[in-house]
């Protein structure tokens, strides 16, 4: 078959990952083999970037003192969030859970390396954030390939990036985007959990597409 002409049921079967793709924070700590990691990451290195300049910088976790440093730092974080939490959703709010960084059995922290040479800037003059989008890119497409093998991502936002960054001790310039969780989940689920919780629904696509 022509790898580039997808057949009707790999197209049913893309719909149904999207679908399927769940943002995870309830893991099983069994370890995810080395190879299946890295195969995650060569699929995220094809992800599109602006110049072609491949900006993502993943930072494996391998202590564990980092990673309790990690999750303490996010659970105050959370606990700082929940202070500005309109009063109606203050119970709600206390009853969702927001990382799995002590469960997860990989955590990455991910990095818009801003000051790459790679694509000679390329696209970045007028949009110099098109480099955070583009490592946004590379963490989807890592997220549908470990979902498509089973394997649930948590995205962790709740975090101050310059102490993950001082904490982490990486090369200045690198703009954290993200914290990502990675392991088996402890259930699957078709509607994410937020929706599930009465949090937020997902809206209607309609409303989002505008003409002119
Ligand atoms: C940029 C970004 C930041 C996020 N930060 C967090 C976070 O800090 N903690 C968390 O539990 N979920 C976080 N999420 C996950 C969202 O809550 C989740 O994607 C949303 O509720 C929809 O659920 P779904 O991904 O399962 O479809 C984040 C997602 C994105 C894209």
């Not at 109606?88 to 206390?94: C, M, N, P, T």
């Not at 003059?125 to 093998?149: F, G």
């Not at 089973?150 to 954290?176: K, Y």
Request: net charge negative; charged share 25%; hydrophobic share 50%.
């Amino acid at each position: 078959m022509n790898p580039m002409r997808f057949d009707a049921a790999f197209i049913e079967q893309f719909a149904a990952l999207i679908g399927w793709r769940r943002d995870v924070r309830r893991f099983r700590r069994d370890a995810l083999p080395e190879e299946v990691v890295e195969d995650l990451l060569r699929l995220a290195q094809m992800a599109p970037s602006v110049g072609n300049s491949q900006p993502w910088r993943f930072v494996r976790i391998r202590s564990a003192d980092l990673r309790e440093t990690l999750a303490a730092h996010a659970d105050a974080e959370v606990a700082k969030a929940g202070k500005a939490i309109s009063e109606d959703r203050r119970a709600l709010y206390s009853g969702l859970k927001l990382h799995g960084l002590r469960e997860a059995p990989e955590v990455m922290a991910v990095f818009c390396d801003d000051a790459t040479g790679a694509g000679g800037g390329l696209g970045a003059a007028t949009m110099p954030e098109a480099r955070a989008y583009s490592v946004v890119l590379a963490i989807h497409t890592l997220w549908l390939a470990a979902r498509a093998q089973g394997i649930a991502l948590g995205w962790v936002s709740i975090v101050e990036p310059s102490f993950v960054a001082g904490l982490l001790d990486v090369p200045q310039g690198w703009r954290l985007v993200a914290l990502l969780c990675l392991g088996l989940p402890e259930e699957e689920a078709d509607v994410p959990e937020l929706e599930r919780l009465g949090w937020q629904d997902r809206l209607d696509w309609r409303d989002h597409v505008s003409e002119r």
